[in-house]
């Protein structure tokens, strides 16, 4: 059984700090790309920032240069690394995983994560 669990979330002023975890598991395939997407209330989800097998990451313009995202190939997990946090960025945060050679999707739960001004 597939597993994404995420882990991080919550409440933060402006200008702190949070840092998500999504550990998964039961995935049969090798995975390619890791990442996270948010969304917020009557918005769309967006690409927050994705990394790939080898470390190729790619950032949400709003987000370069305060958010950091890594891996640990070996844990299967992705951390995405938040600083300087805005009230724009209160969203759901999503874990997304793509395995396999037709890069299958899978998707967390989401995570509530709230910057307060």
């Known amino acids: 059984q597939v597993q994404l669990v995420e882990s991080g979330g919550g409440l933060v002023q402006a200008g702190g700090s949070l840092r998500l975890s999504c550990a998964a598991s039961g995935i049969a395939f090798s995975i390619n790309a890791m990442g996270w997407y948010r969304q917020s209330p009557g918005e769309q989800r967006e690409l927050v920032a994705s990394?790939?097998?080898?470390?190729?990451?790619n950032y949400a313009g709003s987000v370069k240069g305060r958010f950091t995202i890594s891996r640990d190939n070996a844990k299967n997990t992705v951390y995405l690394q938040m600083n300087s946090l805005e009230p724009e960025d209160t969203a759901v945060y999503y874990c997304?995983?793509?395995?396999?050679?037709?890069?299958?999707?899978?998707w967390g739960q989401g995570t509530q994560v709230t910057v307060s001004s």
């Open positions: 990394i790939t097998r080898t470390g190729t990451t």
């Open positions: 997304n995983v793509r395995a396999g050679p037709w890069d299958y999707t899978y």
